[in-house]
């Protein structure tokens, strides 16, 4: 059985192909159109997933929809009733796309794609924890998946057995985690559905003072994790912004104006509506525990990427192991989606893989040496050739030990929202200056946001406080006391962003405000070539951590091409690109001359 899951219509387009129960290709549609978060149907994901399973359309048994479309239209209708005349704005806005093609999405796909067999719908909570189970390592687990909404979920309990997930209890629209953490992020100037990891990494800089304003007005937070609204503070549920002026009266004023400088304020919420988040997700994990009895706890949803609440959720040690999906927010639906059709619909039977069987995310498209060369070639390119891989690690290695910033370009393009390594810029670790340069002379994005620790997994407990894998980005912890560096009396009176340029650490570049790190665990099992070049640096420097953050500048996609790398590396000060074996030195390039304002083509966000 050859399957497609389609996500579509509302953002992170994606599609995946699997077959008899092993995932082929997945891919977002942003990286191929270069628009972020593109929504559109995703016609070009689809073409890359069928030339990578070698599959025509023809030769499909099913496709897949992520969501059930009429439940959705009637939910919206049902909002729009209950606020009228109140949200008829946002309803004219809605409705003409609605009836133009959202509600007729089996003639949509057959007319894009040419396809006259079947196609099927799961509702969305059920894509997103057939994401999260399936993949995974366990036999049986309990499944949360938490977002903004669905077609009525906004958050949803489930338990996977083998080869059938079931969905126990849900929680529905207008209430909402994912649009609670939204708000505020709309409320603090960034902008909704990408500017959650702004107001997660923000959140060190302040101080949580207004959690109990949150509980008092905000949100009635039960023990067992379900809550209620207040929707008099919000606006989201049929007005085109998510918060209201009574919302504003609480916190002092209006939302912050995007792109405007950050306050004292903005640190304060953020850093509250992260503790609020944490508390009510560690008393969903705790009610999961008690309902299902499971060992085993899988993650979905957008709010499944907060990897500081799920940092939290492991360290509780409500259950034995957790398994989060990578690609957690809609774009994964696709997965799920197919993985519904195999399993669901037709009831393969499912072979677990040790590890887990997302294959490190790598899912994506590839370009050989072979096509590399050509590309170079053709635009007459500057570069040279490692004829090895081991000479191409080790001249690599000492460019990023003298703190040279390096694109690197390998292998299959990740699936999901972080580069793990093979669309990836990477920088040294021990620099104190890397965090800046990187932030302001490379992605071109606000300097207090972090980045994420590369580490050889088999040394990442000698360098943070984590007992288990974290091959996904999606874990916080600590870095060890060992390594960690003492602040002195003058530097402990600083407040808010005027710690961000004290060393706290002996990896500086990557060590938090809060001497937290993002942990990418890399393992040779599932990507050695980037295992292969940590190592080397290791060699070098006695330091097995590197700077991993994705290759893209804000408000684009990740690169996905050669084109595109190179692109972005010209347009930035990246010192070195490396594709495949090939090694571009800046020093060495041409003047390189921009045909359109690309900050123009990318709307920042």
Request: aromatic letters at 10%.
């Amino acid at each position: 059985m050859t399957i497609l899951g389609i996500s579509a219509f509302y953002h992170d387009a994606a599609a995946c192909i699997v077959r008899d129960g092993v995932i082929l290709a997945a891919a977002q549609e942003e990286r191929f159109s270069r628009k972020k978060h593109d929504e559109r149907f995703p016609r070009h994901a689809i073409a890359y997933c069928l030339q990578e399973a070698k599959c025509s359309v023809a030769g499909l048994d099913e496709v897949v929809f992520y969501d059930k479309p009429f439940l959705k239209f009637n939910r919206l209708l049902e909002t729009y009733l209950e606020s009228a005349p109140k949200g008829f704005r946002s309803f004219i806005h809605a409705i003409p796309v609605w009836l133009k093609e959202k509600l007729w999405l089996s003639d949509v796909i057959a007319e894009e794609l040419k396809y006259e067999g079947k196609v099927l719908f799961t509702e969305h909570h059920e894509a997103h924890a057939a994401s999260a189970f399936f993949p995974s390592p366990f036999e049986r687990a309990a499944i949360i998946t938490v977002d903004g909404v669905g077609e009525y979920a906004t958050t949803s309990l489930a338990v996977g057995i083998d080869n059938k997930v079931t969905i126990l209890a849900e929680q529905h629209f207008p209430h909402s985690l994912g649009l609670l953490y939204s708000s505020f992020t709309y409320f603090t100037g960034f902008k909704v559905n990408s500017g959650e990891y702004k107001l997660m990494g923000l959140a060190p800089y302040g101080e949580p003072k207004y959690v109990q304003t949150i509980y008092d007005h905000l949100i009635d937070l039960r023990e067992d994790g379900s809550f209620a609204m207040d929707m008099d503070y919000f606006n989201y549920s049929a007005g085109l912004t998510m918060t209201n002026d009574r919302f504003a009266s609480l916190f002092g004023g209006p939302p912050r104006t995007p792109e405007s400088p950050l306050t004292q304020r903005e640190m304060d919420i953020a850093a509250s509506i992260q503790l609020v988040t944490e508390e009510v997700m560690l008393k969903m994990v705790r009610h999961a525990k008690d309902v299902t009895g499971e060992k085993n706890l899988c993650l979905a949803g957008g709010v499944a990427l907060n990897c500081v609440a799920n940092g939290k959720i492991l360290r509780s040690n409500i259950f034995d192991s957790i398994w989060i999906q990578p690609a957690a927010g809609d774009a994964g639906g696709a997965l799920g989606a197919a993985l519904i059709g195999c399993y669901h619909y037709n009831n393969t039977k499912r072979n677990i893989t040790k590890g887990d069987s997302q294959q490190g995310s790598y899912m994506g498209s590839s370009y050989s040496d072979e096509m590399i060369n050509s590309f170079l070639k053709e635009k007459n390119i500057p570069h040279s050739y490692a004829a090895d891989c081991d000479v191409l690690c080790d001249r690599v290695a000492s460019l990023i030990a003298e703190e040279n910033v390096v694109g690197w370009f390998q292998g299959r393009m990740e699936f999901g929202p972080r580069a793990l390594g093979n669309r990836s810029i990477l920088g040294d670790a021990r620099s104190p200056q890397m965090q800046k340069k990187m932030n302001l002379k490379i992605k071109y994005r606000e300097s207090f946001r972090p980045f994420a620790p590369a580490v050889l997994a088999e040394h990442a407990s000698q360098w943070f406080d984590i007992g288990c894998e974290s091959p996904y980005m999606l874990l916080v912890a600590d870095v060890v006391k060992e390594k960690q560096l003492t602040m002195s009396e003058a530097q402990k009176q600083l407040w808010g962003i005027d710690r961000l340029n004290i060393a706290r650490s002996e990896i500086p570049a990557v060590t938090h405000v809060d001497y937290s790190a993002r942990i990418q665990t890399v393992h040779s099992e599932t990507n050695p070539r980037f295992h292969q070049l940590i190592s080397a640096f290791y060699r070098k420097t006695e330091c097995p951590v590197i700077v991993n953050t994705s290759f893209n500048v804000r408000g684009e996609p990740i690169v996905e091409s050669p084109d595109d790398a190179y692109r972005c590396f010209m347009r930035t000060e990246m010192d070195v690109l490396v594709l495949g074996n090939y090694i571009l030195m800046k020093s060495a390039q041409p003047a390189y001359e921009e045909k359109d304002d690309w900050r123009k083509k990318y709307e920042l966000d």
